[in-house]
């Protein structure tokens, strides 16, 4: 678990945890020869639990910053205008674009925004992560086309001359 964890304190708590579940649960074991692979699955499994709970405390804690989001997208320009995001926003459906804004933009928390919005925690979740990836593609989509608008000047302008 320490390995696992690379938190001392942590692994302890865990093993902790492990323990307290292996003694309430010890009248499950039906292969007695196999204690020791049912150990080090729960173990396992802590460890796992461990580092998902932390995640999503991680996710609702930590607001997203729409800006940032568009920049790790593969672009030409290493920043997005703040006119392209309004206009990809704009084709975000409302549902998506609340989550979004209202998650990103607004940093509110994911169960007070839930709340706001009349959903469930879990439906605004996959509504967040949604609008990230539907964002993500509209993103991309208008970096194409502002990239062929800007060829199709760039062949008017040569035209011209």
């Known amino acids: 678990m320490r390995r696992q964890t690379?938190?001392?304190?942590?692994?302890?708590?865990?093993?902790?945890?492990?323990?307290?579940?292996?003694?309430?649960?010890?009248?499950?074991?039906e292969e007695p020869?196999?204690?020791?692979?049912?150990?080090?699955?729960?173990?396992?499994?802590?460890?796992?639990?461990?580092?998902r709970r932390r995640r999503r405390e991680r996710e609702r804690t930590a607001p997203l910053d729409v800006a940032d989001m568009a920049a790790d997208i593969l672009a030409p320009t290493p920043s997005p205008t703040d006119e392209?995001?309004?206009h990809v926003l704009a084709?975000?459906?409302?549902?998506?674009?609340?989550?979004?804004?209202?998650?990103?933009?607004?940093?509110?928390?994911?169960?007070?925004?839930?709340?706001?919005v009349g959903?469930?925690?879990?439906a605004l979740r996959k509504n967040v992560t949604r609008a990230k990836?539907?964002?993500?593609?509209?993103?991309?989509?208008?970096?194409?086309?502002q990239r062929e608008q800007e060829q199709q000047r760039g062949q008017e302008n040569?035209?011209?001359n």
């Open 133 to 145: 990836a539907r964002f993500a593609l509209l993103y991309a989509e208008e970096q194409v086309r």
């Open 119 to 122: 959903r469930s925690v879990a």
């Open 6 to 29: 690379g938190d001392p304190a942590l692994a302890d708590d865990l093993a902790h945890d492990t323990l307290l579940y292996v003694l309430t649960h010890l009248d499950t074991v």
């Open 91 to 116: 084709r975000l459906s409302p549902a998506l674009r609340e989550a979004l804004e209202g998650r990103g933009l607004h940093g509110e928390e994911i169960p007070r925004l839930a709340r706001r």
């Open 33 to 51: 020869a196999h204690f020791r692979a049912w150990l080090f699955r729960i173990a396992t499994r802590q460890v796992l639990m461990d580092q």
């Open 158 to 160: 040569d035209g011209d």
């Open 84 to 86: 392209v995001v309004r």
